[in-house]
């Protein structure tokens, strides 16, 4: 069986920590680095019901995409929910390894693999890293549809293909529009929105979009299409944790890969939690608003 030191250093040539961002904080937050690793767990969160789910899978890594501590901490106490993490992964001899904006930069990254859950074309990266010359690594992907459809076709493929969330999946645009080209960013992508724009796409997938960034970019594009409504990109916004946990299966998969070439004989697996922070959601009722716009649950295949 590989030490950790070994997995970890696998793991960091996927998705090298020298390309996270700078605010970022990536890599190993705990574990021994001589200790043997048998099974490893991968997971977007690294949350409490996620570690425990480690601890009875008998978990010697688990991998998150999520950091456990973005702006750092001065304590560890089990008396914190972040605390009682690390104290149940050290007690039961569990690392934790953050592969964050470093997995997704690479090639295949976060949105490789969501662009591969709706069953998309990629064409390459939405902003492309200049470090990369082959042009493969870099934020978002842009990406055709093997055959074109409909806007709400194209809800009820994100709808269909993403994990079930209270969120569901949220539509800015005509319904009926024609569908060819996509760009999609896993996790919160509203600060792409020029670079959306500037690749001249048909839809935006992405998470976390935020009233004021959304509207602003449907009404620039409007403006600077001079009214046509066809070079508005419509905006599809699914939950945070659907866009990215399609990663953890392809960053499974990768370690499946390695251990074989190697003869590690690792088990891998992917946590099926959904962590998720929202739990509900309630339709608006809208029998007494004047002219009230068409809900997105009357777009076909959408969820209810």
């Known amino acids: 069986m590989p030490a950790q030191s070994e997995v970890i250093a ?9 390309r996270a961002e700078q605010w970022d ?10 200790a043997e690793v048998r099974r490893v767990l991968f997971a977007v969160d690294p949350v409490r019901e996620v570690v425990d789910e480690a601890v009875e899978l008998g978990a010697d890594l688990l991998v998150t995409h999520h950091p456990l501590y973005l702006r750092g901490t001065t304590t560890v106490a089990a008396s914190t929910f972040k605390g009682r993490v ?5 007690k ?3 690392g934790l390894h953050v592969a964050h904006t470093n997995a997704d930069r690479a ?31 870099g934020l978002g992907r842009i990406c055709e549809l093997d055959e074109p459809e409909t806007l709400a076709g194209f809800t009820a493929r994100a709808a269909a293909a993403l994990p079930a969330t209270a969120q569901g999946i949220r539509v800015a645009g ?16 509203d600060s792409l929105f020029d670079d959306v724009r500037r690749a001249g796409v ?8 935020r ?3 959304a509207s602003e970019a449907r009404e620039q594009a409007r403006a600077r299409a001079a009214g046509a409504d066809a070079a508005v990109p419509a905006l599809v916004d699914a939950a945070h944790w659907a866009t990215e946990w399609p990663w953890t299966e392809q960053a499974a998969a990768q370690l499946d890969e390695i251990s074989d070439r190697h003869g590690w004989n690792l088990r891998t697996h992917v946590s099926r939690a959904v962590t998720d922070p929202w739990t509900a959601h309630a339709a608006s009722d809208t029998r007494h608003a004047d002219a009230p716009p068409t809900p997105i649950t009357d777009i076909p295949g959408a969820p209810n």
């Open 86 to 90: 690390v104290h149940t992964l050290i």
């Open 25 to 34: 904080a990536v890599g190993t937050v705990c574990g021994d680095p001589d």
């Open 92 to 94: 039961h001899d569990i």
């Open 211 to 213: 009233h004021h960034p």
């Open 174 to 189: 005509d319904p009926g529009r024609t569908v060819r080209t996509v760009a999609v960013c896993g996790g919160s992508g």
């Open 202 to 209: 048909d839809v935006y997938l992405t998470a976390d979009l």
């Open 10 to 18: 696998a793991l960091d040539a996927l998705w090298p920590p020298g």
């Open 107 to 137: 090639d295949p990254g976060v949105s490789d693999a969501l662009a591969g859950a709706l069953d998309l074309r990629v064409t390459g990266p939405l902003v492309p890293d200049p470090d990369d010359p082959a042009g493969r690594r």
